[in-house]
Every structure is written in structure tokens, then in C-alpha cells.
């Protein structure tokens, strides 16, 4: 091959959409309802709450038992007992650990997966130019001989 046949493929362009992360995209796609649910969860499962849901029904049981407000809720606080089952489900669930969503594991599949196709779009780009750049390489060996 001459050096005046050399043909170099064209530079590559990155006309794909920028690849967003899954979980990000999961939490766009939340409803209000899930949203509000998530952060009732986060609340209620916070240390602050804990302690000042301590705190409330320390006043509570001392206010039951010392007869303030006609014991609304005497001995064996059956109210009380009422209100902890209620609360108690909301701070086990922990919003920092995923969820096993199969709809996040699709979409988060789905970015892996368009990931590796650029990748591969590119690598294959690349290979091109390095054989372009061989078979130049290989043309001005040549000549110079």
C-alpha cells in the first residue's frame, strides 16, 4: 500500500444519550404515595424519633400513674400498647438498604446493559483506528525502506 491510498476510518462521535444510574432513575419513577411511604420510614425510623418517642411515653406512664388527666389510659396501657404496634413495623424497615424491587432491578439492569453496548460501540471504533493506523504504519515502513 502507498502512502497517497492511506484511509483513516471517521473520528468517532458520542451522539448516545449520557447513561444515568438505575437508582436514580428508580427514584424518579416513584408515585407520591411511595415517596411519602419512604420518608414516613425514614422518620420514624430515626434515632431522634426513637428518643422522643421514649421521652413521650415516659411522660405518658408517669402521667397515668400519678392521675394526671383522670388516667386516660391506666395500668396495663392498653392504648399505649396499641400505638407501639403501630409504630413499631415503620422502624424496621431501614430506607438505606435496597429494597428487592424487581422493577429497580430491571431498570438498573437495563443502564448495565446500555453501558456495555457503548463500550462495545467504542472498543470496536477503537480497534478500527488501530488497524488503520497499522496498515499507515506498515505503508511508511515501506516507503522509507
Same mark, same amino acid.
Given at each position: 500500500m502507498?502512502?497517497d491510498?492511506?484511509?483513516f476510518?471517521?473520528p ?6 449520557p447513561v ?8 424518579e ?7 411519602a411511604?419512604?420518608?414516613v420510614?425514614?422518620t420514624?425510623?430515626s ?20 392521675g394526671?388527666?383522670?388516667h386516660?389510659?391506666?395500668?396495663p396501657?392498653?392504648?399505649?400498647n396499641?400505638?407501639?404496634s403501630v409504630i ?5 424497615? !431501614?430506607?438505606?438498604?435496597? %429494597?428487592?424491587?424487581?422493577?429497580r432491578? @430491571? =431498570?438498573?439492569?437495563?443502564? !448495565?446493559?446500555l453501558?456495555? %453496548?457503548?463500550?462495545e460501540?467504542?472498543? @470496536? =471504533? ?15 515502513y515501506e516507503?522509507v525502506k
Amino acid at each position: 500500500m502507498t502512502l497517497d491510498k492511506l484511509e483513516f476510518p471517521e473520528p468517532y462521535k458520542h451522539e448516545h444519550p449520557p447513561v444515568c444510574d438505575g437508582s436514580v432513575l428508580f427514584e424518579e419513577q416513584l408515585t407520591l404515595s411511595q415517596k411519602a411511604a419512604d420518608w414516613v420510614a425514614e422518620t420514624v425510623g430515626s434515632w431522634k424519633f426513637i428518643f422522643f418517642q421514649t421521652a413521650i411515653f415516659g411522660v405518658w406512664i408517669f402521667m397515668n400513674f400519678t392521675g394526671w388527666f383522670n388516667h386516660w389510659d391506666p395500668y396495663p396501657f392498653i392504648l399505649m400498647n396499641l400505638v407501639i404496634s403501630v409504630i413499631n413495623p415503620m422502624q424496621l424497615y !431501614h430506607p438505606d438498604k435496597p %429494597e428487592p424491587s424487581e422493577r429497580r432491578e @430491571r =431498570i438498573v439492569s437495563h443502564q !448495565h446493559c446500555l453501558i456495555n %453496548e457503548k463500550a462495545e460501540e467504542e472498543a @470496536r =471504533i477503537i480497534l478500527d483506528h488501530l488497524s488503520a493506523q497499522n496498515t499507515a504504519l506498515t505503508a511508511i515502513y515501506e516507503a522509507v525502506k
